[in-house]
Nanobody
């Protein structure tokens, strides 16, 4: 399985970006699909997931109300719509997929996640 993340870039505070993650090699329909981010000098942190089972969405408090995760199982793709971006959202964003329920993904070590994309840089700066 390969995950290809794209859509990052440089945007001013208050702006928007839409990140995409395209999977190939295997259908991830039943997998939880997620986004994580890692800022310079910080650990990788969970941002959002969408359940493979029922499509329920989950967000970190820091992005709730500003980011929206969505998926298209037929295309084996998911997205992260980022609105009202802040300078503190600057990070490399990684897409990930795992067969575990979202509630488990949030708590386990990131090294245990099944699949990772390569990351896409989001820079929020004026």
């Amino acid at each position: 399985v390969q995950l290809q993340a794209s859509g990052g870039g440089l945007v001013q505070p208050g702006g928007s970006l839409r990140l995409s993650c395209a999977a190939s090699g295997y259908s991830l329909e039943n997998y939880s699909k997620c986004w994580f981010r890692q800022a310079p000098g910080k650990e990788r942190e969970w941002v959002s997931c969408i359940s493979g089972r029922d499509g329920a969405t989950y967000y970190a408090d820091s992005v709730k109300g500003r980011f929206t995760i969505s998926r298209d199982n037929a295309k084996n793709t998911w997205w992260l719509q980022q609105n009202s971006l802040k300078t503190e959202d600057t990070a490399v964003y990684y897409c990930a997929a795992d067969l575990r329920p979202v509630q488990r993904i949030i708590t386990i070590a990131t090294t245990r996640i099944d699949y990772w994309g390569q990351g896409t840089q989001v820079t929020v700066s004026s």
